[in-house]
């Protein structure tokens, strides 16, 4: 059994390797093509591959997850370098992350690929000539693995920014100055490109080779899937219950997730260039720019939560086991005043060099359908699922199964007992147990209004309090300047006050 585990790590390593060379270092791949600007010659295994890993790491990296998403949900304060919690975004970085999202590229710590336009082109591919591309998979399912993660990086876009370019986007040459879709209509695009996706997928035929996530295993892929139409539909939920309502019961019967192993992550290895990037930063960069905020320290203490010990450390400078956090959104010069043994760091399971990057887990469809019964959509039941999301959370962070049952049990955490409305009740746990997604979670917050984040303590940089979304980059104003300005008109000002579609409240 042991050669065998070691023999997959080194096929696993291998493939990420070699397909992260071939997806982002076109120098070498063109010496040995007759057209260097025909990517019809890559096999679509390599570009599953290098995208899977570019997904996550440039959503789970330094700066879009740790600096803005884990700050802007306040898991995380800074220890030094504060300006993003207190919402000053740098120029650069906003413009970088636009351009990751939509084309890839390497990020500042590892070689990573991973846009929508690899995405693209494997949906490309495998339609034009399906018959060259069979040998990497079933041409039709490969279509539908791409597309599964191609709604799940576009979601993450729309929701930051709102209208963004979506239907006339990844065209490349042909329309290099794309307009920008209303919110709107991107959401009923994703639900169609869901919907495309499970009526394609034959499990009876072979999923994608170079499939790092579940191997190109389509029941799970199906899985992931439906259940990432439950985040999307839930999301419009008060917009448009009618249509949010239908969608879940399609995902519902179509079949979600149902326990943590079906969870969506991609699993970083014990080494580089494969190692989990908040582990690269702290043991190769020697980076320790964050810990533990006092916004969710204060609540897990308060509650005597037991994955408390598991996302922090206790205090350094002290005999007792005590976790303090670090007052969220304090100027550079009081942030250098905190001694790093004063206040709690990042815990050991977080910055493991093999700590997996999660596309989307099973607590999180348990409090989804908690809120469909609580909404009326006829599916789930609010007690049952809501707990079972905790119970779910405190499964996937390896908490003793006798203290998770306690913890449920409180009068100040049971779903009959604990203080607030529904969407307060199911919104503070949800954010709980979404750490370390800290952009879904900032995401819920505006959505479900369920308070818990403060302003920052020393006032904020930008805008008037806690950011709604996140101004356009710099760039669009000058490269893509028309679309830019229609999108301005048509949704409101570019900055950090205006609500973006589904947020109604």
């Not at 790590?9 to 063109?30: E, H, M, P, Q, R």
């Not at 082109?121 to 990497?136: D, F, G, Q, V, W």
């Not at 503070?428 to 308070?451: I, N, P, V």
Request: with cysteine; glycine share 10%; aromatic share 12%.
């Amino acid at each position: 059994m042991k050669n065998i585990l070691f023999n997959k790590t080194i096929a696993y390593t291998a493939i990420i390797l070699i397909a992260v060379s071939i997806s982002s270092c076109k120098k070498g791949f063109n010496e040995i093509n007759d057209d260097p600007n025909n990517p019809k010659d890559v096999p679509t295994s390599y570009l599953l591959t290098g995208a899977e890993k570019g997904l996550m790491d440039n959503n789970w990296d330094h700066w879009w997850n740790g600096s803005m998403g884990n700050q802007l949900s306040q898991y995380w304060s800074s220890n030094q370098y504060t300006s993003e919690s207190r919402y000053q975004f740098r120029t650069g970085i906003v413009n970088s992350y636009w351009t990751l999202f939509y084309a890839g590229g390497n990020n500042d710590a590892l070689s990573s690929v991973g846009g929508l336009e690899e995405l693209q082109t494997i949906i490309n591919l495998c339609t034009e000539n399906p018959a060259k591309y069979s040998p990497y998979g079933f041409p039709a399912n490969q279509i539908a693995v791409a597309t599964i993660l191609k709604v799940w990086q576009m979601q993450i876009l729309t929701d930051a920014w709102g209208a963004v370019p979506y239907s006339k986007a990844l065209l490349g040459i042909k329309n290099p100055q794309p307009a920008y879709d209303k919110q709107e209509d991107i959401y009923t695009g994703l639900l169609a490109e869901l919907d495309h996706a499970n009526a394609i997928i034959d499990e009876n035929q072979n999923g994608p080779s170079g499939d790092v996530v579940y191997g190109g295993d389509m029941l799970a892929w199906r899985k992931f899937g439906n259940s990432l139409k439950l985040r999307v539909a839930i999301r419009m939920a008060d917009r448009n219950p009618t249509v949010a309502a239908a969608k879940i019961n399609e995902a519902v019967t179509s079949g979600v997730f149902t326990s943590n192993a079906d969870n969506a992550t991609f699993k970083y290895l014990n080494g580089n260039p494969n190692t989990n990037l908040h582990n690269y930063d702290y043991e190769n960069q020697g980076r320790n720019d964050f810990c533990g905020s006092n916004t969710m320290v204060d609540l897990m203490n308060g509650l005597a939560d037991p994955r408390l010990g598991i996302y922090f450390d206790p205090i350094a400078n002290d005999t007792n086991i005590t976790y303090i956090g670090e007052v969220y959104g304090l100027t550079e010069a009081n942030g250098a005043n905190t001694d790093d043994g004063d206040v709690s760091q990042r815990g050991a399971a977080v910055l493991a060099a093999d700590a997996p990057g999660l596309y989307m887990g099973y607590a999180e469809v348990k409090f989804i359908l908690a809120e469909a019964a609580e909404r009326g959509f006829g599916v789930g039941d609010a007690a049952a699922d809501y707990e079972g999301g905790i119970s779910a959370s405190m499964e996937y962070w390896r908490v003793d199964a006798t203290e998770a049952a306690t913890y449920i049990a409180r009068p100040d955490v049971a779903y009959g007992t604990a203080s607030g409305t529904w969407k307060e009740k199911i919104g503070k746990q949800k954010w709980l147990a979404l750490y370390m997604q800290g952009m879904e979670a900032w995401t819920e917050w505006r959505r479900l209004d369920f308070g818990i984040l403060q302003q920052p303590a020393d006032g904020v940089l930008d805008g008037v309090g806690i950011p709604v979304r996140l101004k356009y980059p710099v760039e669009e104003q000058t490269l893509n300047g028309n679309s830019y300005s229609a999108a301005v008109s048509a949704q409101g000002p570019d900055d950090l006050t205006t609500k973006v579609w589904w947020d109604m409240y």
